[in-house]
DNA sequence: CATGTTGACTTAATCGATTTCGAAAAGTCT
DNA sequence: AGACTTTTCGAAATCGATTAAGTCAACATG
């Protein structure tokens, strides 16, 4: 490997020039600073990250703490695609990915010192149990660090704009006549509780009452349980005409239950997902969906990350809300 | 932070002894030892990756190169859950990850520089072109590779079963009666080739000829070319009785428009996908699909490169194939 | 001409951990 | 007691890059 005292031999000067030339501080003559360059481009100089990190005490690397219970990783498309877009915006300002984890070899370490271990500028926190205590150690500690979907005071946070889509969602079909909404809802998150509050809420300020058994329990990403709970809600006297899904993918449990019981979509009951991934568009019918923007959600959490790195002075906490959009598919109908 | 400075002064001793202990060397007196160990958890030591990576010329760091031409990143389920089994078993082995890309902030990079740079131990590369003259520097170079699905010499592979998974496949539906196979298969790749390859030549060993126009070509991923794919199919005078997808999620643009068409699976025509992912698996009817164990590739992938960069002397490239196997699910039918 | 000023480098310390080569102390053997 | 081992620990170099402080010559100024 070339390293700058390589230059510094063949250019006859010391490593301290070499490195100011190669850095443009000011104080090198310009055509000694031509020169060492080009030597450093033709002898394939690349600097060495660790060494640099190891005295500015910056790595210039990012981590990030995605975790899923399931453990099937990043099987939801909601986070891989947040993930992706969180790696491209890092890219773009110079900053590297490393996943954080709970432990390494046989070493055991809590998330923070993970980070800590690995120099991590900064952390991006998403889908984790967020009252983990070492996640909240985490979170509180001197590491920068953004959460996704999640407040804490003590760090930055970017949401998914959960009680307006939800709102949106029920004006809609509000909107196509139904006054009968059944909402089966995820596991018990901080995001699911805004969106039943704001399915409560909206449903009050239309004037639309929810009757016993229309708010049902499942699960996110999982389509047994989803189907289950539409079998429950069909075998009430009084059916819903339209139901909503926990996500898209979980969508596709209840479209067998209702296709098993020979109730048609949309022309025996409309439906609607969450989420508007790439499967809720190319199913026939197309769901209508929320779509979170994910994509948003990834670059405005690295660019919040990278702001605070860089301007750490200037940084107060501060939540940014991504608005995603109504994707208006072929699964609701209008009714009188 | 707590270094290794700071230990040696509250216990009186050098850091060279501090280190010692800490790494467990014998020429330390066991009481010694374990008095530094016991400060060290007191004080919360934490070592520092950055400074034994530059010292040891050992980072602990795995890079991964992923690279999805859609740029929607890591959005196929296939390689998400590859990447999720790589991240856990590197872990095991005391192995971080970082994502490899082109470029990194302003400077320009190939992919074999920016391992370089961060020191990587060594990569694994998945899911690119493998024709890209970067791909093919870095795994010629002096950093231990290991690729997933494509064999260089250079270096060691893991590979699915792309052959015995389409031969299992074809010989499956000749079982159930199945005389008239068309194969939808992806852009053209070497796991496409292979798959094509082993479908001629288990059609030949079955005696079944492959009429004209029964062979079609769509996208992996899509399930829009797949439909389109699939409209051809059911426009020839002699319609197969069964259809085989590039991968499972596009088989549902061939689901959609075999619906359209009023054509019912499996009762008209039967199909099967390919790679046995979630989806698969919840549809009704259940998609008969050959699996492909992800989980195992990126085990062994991990595996494998820990292997080479733990062993080096001992090590050779070799290519290890990972069985998949059959799902059998409901949409081939036993046909006279 | 003596004194400042500026430009262009270099010296040497530093980041945190590891390791080679000693060195002192203690123990062993004849 | 003298010679040799063994045990236990430390000094110092090292990894590659950065930077504060210092040097020295050339030049400007009153």
């Known amino acids: 490997m070339v390293t700058i005292t390589d230059i510094s031999l063949r250019c006859n000067v010391s490593r301290a020039t070499v490195s100011k030339a190669l850095n443009g501080h000011s104080d090198i003559n310009a055509e000694t600073a031509a020169h060492i360059r080009q030597v450093a481009k033709e002898m394939g100089y690349l ?53 954080i984890s709970r432990d390494i070899g046989a070493v055991p370490m809590d998330y923070y010192e ?23 150690k985490l979170v509180n500690s001197d590491i920068p660090t953004v959460t996704l979907d999640y407040v804490f005071d003590s760090c930055s946070a970017v949401l998914s704009d959960n009680v307006g889509g939800m709102a949106e969602l029920v004006r809609y079909v509000y909107g196509k006549g139904h006054r009968k909404i059944a909402f089966i809802h995820g596991e018990i998150t901080s995001v699911t509780q805004k969106r039943l509050a704001s399915f409560h809420k909206t449903c009050a300020e239309l004037g639309v009452t929810i009757p016993e058994g229309y708010i049902e329990t499942a699960n996110y990403h999982d389509p ?51 989420d508007g991934i790439l499967l809720s568009q190319v199913l026939r019918p197309r769901l ?46 209008t009714i009188q």
Chains 1, 2 share one sequence.
């Open 114 to 136: 993970h980070a800590k271990y690995r120099n991590c500028d900064g952390v991006i926190v998403a889908s984790v149990d967020f009252t983990d205590p070492a996640v909240i």
């Open 47 to 99: 600097p060495n990250a660790t060494a640099r990190t190891l005295k500015l005490g910056r790595s210039h690397n990012i981590g990030v703490l995605f975790v899923d219970k399931t453990s099937s990783g990043l099987s939801h498309e909601y986070f891989s695609q947040i993930l992706e877009s969180v790696k491209q915006e890092a890219e773009r300002s110079g900053y590297d990915i490393t996943f």
């Open 224 to 274: 047994k349980a989803s189907g289950l709970a539409t079998r429950r809600l069909l075998a009430l006297k009084d059916r819903p005409t339209c139901i909503l899904y926990p996500d898209d993918f979980s969508f596709i449990g209840g479209m067998n239950e209702l296709e098993k019981q020979g109730v048609s979509i949309p022309g025996d009951i409309s439906v609607a997902g969450y």
């Open 288 to 333: 209508t969906t929320y779509r979170q923007d994910a994509e948003a959600m990834g670059r405005e959490a690295a660019r919040a990350l990278v702001e605070i790195i860089e301007r750490p002075k200037e940084w107060i906490p501060r939540q940014t809300m991504i608005p995603g959009r109504l994707l208006e598919g072929d699964t609701v109908r």
